[in-house]
């Protein structure tokens, strides 16, 4: 195999657990691992972690391809016209041109590791970022969420209570 010219080389990358550029977003938080020239733009890497009971971004499509992993909890995936839970250890994949969406309609954090094909993905960020942080709270939470109201606080310090 002929050797790599030396224009073409790129630096590997090792990330801690946790490092990478971060997007907090309200409920919702991005983590890339990778994108632009790490990858030559052939990919983009990223973290999604979602609070319970929290919406994605809507149904939506782009040319790329959206490979998610579910690292922990379970994620619900609008693909191919339905909506499916994918718990940890699923592999979802939404090929271009298809309209998806994620949320997570679980009482535990959820997150899933996205691998976006081709990349330059995280330009985009700030914009997608600044529109989930303008989103209301009760814009943000999935339509099976508890009404907090409900709950009635002498109970919950009752238990309490019971547990300490």
């Given at each position: 195999?002929?050797?790599?010219?030396?224009?073409?080389?790129?630096?590997?990358?090792?990330?801690?657990?946790?490092?990478?550029?971060?997007?907090?977003?309200?409920?919702?938080?991005?983590?890339?691992?990778?994108?632009?020239?790490?990858?030559?733009?052939?990919?983009?890497?990223?973290?999604?972690?979602?609070?319970?009971?929290?919406?994605?971004?809507?149904?939506?499509?782009?040319?790329?391809?959206?490979?998610?992993?579910?690292?922990?909890?379970?994620?619900?995936?609008f693909?191919?016209?339905?909506?499916?839970?994918?718990?940890?250890?699923?592999?979802?994949?939404?090929?271009?041109?298809?309209?998806?969406?994620?949320?997570?309609?679980?009482?535990?954090?959820?997150g899933a590791?996205?691998?976006?094909?081709?990349?330059?993905?995280?330009?985009?960020?700030?914009?997608?970022?600044?529109w989930?942080?303008?989103?209301s709270?009760?814009?943000?939470?999935?339509?099976?969420?508890?009404?907090?109201?409900?709950?009635?606080?002498?109970?919950?310090?009752?238990?309490?209570?019971?547990?300490?």
């Open positions: 195999m002929p050797p790599v010219p030396s224009e073409k080389k790129r630096t590997p990358i090792h990330l801690p657990p946790g490092a990478g550029r971060a997007y907090a977003m309200g409920p919702l938080h991005a983590v890339f691992k990778a994108d632009g020239d790490e990858t030559r733009g052939r990919y983009s890497i990223s973290e999604w972690w979602i609070e319970p009971y929290t919406r994605g971004p809507g149904a939506h499509t782009h040319e790329e391809d959206d490979v998610f992993f579910v690292l922990e909890g379970t994620m619900s995936f693909v191919g016209g339905a909506w499916i839970d994918a718990p940890k250890g699923s592999l979802v994949i939404a090929p271009g041109g298809t309209a998806h969406d994620f949320e997570n309609r679980t009482a535990e954090r959820a590791l996205n691998l976006s094909v081709p990349g330059d993905f995280e330009p985009n960020m700030e914009g997608i970022a600044e989930f942080r303008a989103r709270a009760a814009e943000s939470r999935t339509e099976n969420a508890p009404d907090s109201q409900s709950v009635d606080p002498d109970s919950r310090d009752a238990r309490s209570k019971e547990r300490g």
